[in-house]
């Protein structure tokens, strides 16, 4: 349908003008059909009213009333825009991959290249933690001739209950009467399931080689969390928070206030390994586009997968 203002087709009202949330500045007139008021042109050229307008996540189209569940948020398409709330009791996630790649609780990443015995989680975080529960370490070692390091082994630390998973197996020893440990082995995976009742639930998903991934679920968001996985309070601006209780100003001071070790030497910075083998990137770039193709396109809307790409390469 037509209509005719000051502008003509100028500023016709679409659904991505109502994303954006940008007002249109027309700069002359110009002839044209635009919707009429109250309803808004679409990707396929058709007038719908606000509530009808899609929302775009990760490259795909959602239609309006969507719900959206992602990174321990609901969102909900509205008018053409995502409108978000977090999770009650959202258990948090940090991962270890790879030649020290991490991702902290609160989605900042890092790399780090050290030979030592890190904490990656703990709830034992100074003069204000009362009654620590539990320690998540790596032990880091060289691996590889490119002389970068990885993680040997995963050591967790429960009151008086050891658990060390290394070499593609796991060991358990002493006891501790208010942990229940859950232990889930598989061809790929181990999966530990540790619940503390009143205090927090810890899943642990190890590849047996030099992956983990650590998910919380505290009783109370309270409850101090501290290491190279971060302090999971929502903000990764103050994740390089180390052990002394300050944020630290770049990523290698951080990691090293988290050695278990004094004696242990400090950690380098991670070369790129793009700039160290520059005939190496076209064929890394080619093998790692898989993440990117249709081969993965179902979990390109769940997940954004342009990170996992850029640290495969």
């Keep these: 349908q037509s209509s005719e203002d000051k502008f003509g087709a100028a500023c016709a009202p679409t659904c991505q003008m109502l994303a954006t949330g940008i007002d249109c500045v027309p700069t002359k007139c110009e002839s044209g059909c635009v919707c009429p008021k109250g309803l808004y042109e679409n990707s396929d050229g058709q007038c719908v009213p606000a509530e009808e307008c899609p929302c775009d996540y990760a490259g795909v189209s959602y239609p309006g009333g969507f719900e959206l569940h992602t990174d321990c948020k609901t969102c909900t398409c509205s008018q053409g825009r995502w409108t978000c709330q977090l999770s009650t009791q959202c258990p948090s996630t940090c991962v270890l991959y790879g030649e020290g790649h991490i991702i902290t609780f609160d989605g900042q990443r890092f790399v780090f290249d050290g030979d030592c015995e890190y904490m990656l989680a703990t709830d034992d975080c100074g003069a204000n933690s009362s009654q620590p529960t539990f320690k998540v370490l790596t032990e880091n070692v060289i691996c590889g001739k490119s002389g970068v390091t990885c993680s040997r082994a995963i050591k967790i630390s429960l009151g008086g ?3 060390t998973m290394a070499d593609s197996n796991y060991t358990v020893s002493g006891e501790e009467p208010l942990v229940h440990l859950k232990v889930k082995p598989s061809p790929l995976n181990l999966v530990l399931d540790i619940d503390i009742p009143g205090r927090l639930n810890l899943t642990l998903v190890w590849n ?23 302090n ?17 100003s770049n990523e290698l001071e951080f990691v090293n206030s988290w050695k278990e070790s004094p004696l242990c030497g400090d950690a380098s910075y991670a070369v790129d390994p793009c700039s160290l083998n520059t005939f190496r990137r076209s064929w890394a ?19 954004y997968h342009l990170p996992y790409y850029e640290a495969c390469v």
């Design 285 to 303: 770039e080619r093998k790692c586009n898989i993440i990117n193709s249709q081969t993965f396109a179902a979990c390109h809307s769940k997940v």
């Design 161 to 163: 209950l050891f658990i």
């Design 232 to 248: 999971a309070n929502g903000n990764m601006k103050d994740d390089f928070e180390t052990r002394s209780k300050y944020v630290a």
């Design 208 to 230: 047996k080689h030099m992956s983990v991934s650590i998910k919380i679920r505290r009783a109370t968001q309270q409850d101090a969390l501290c290491g190279l996985c971060g």
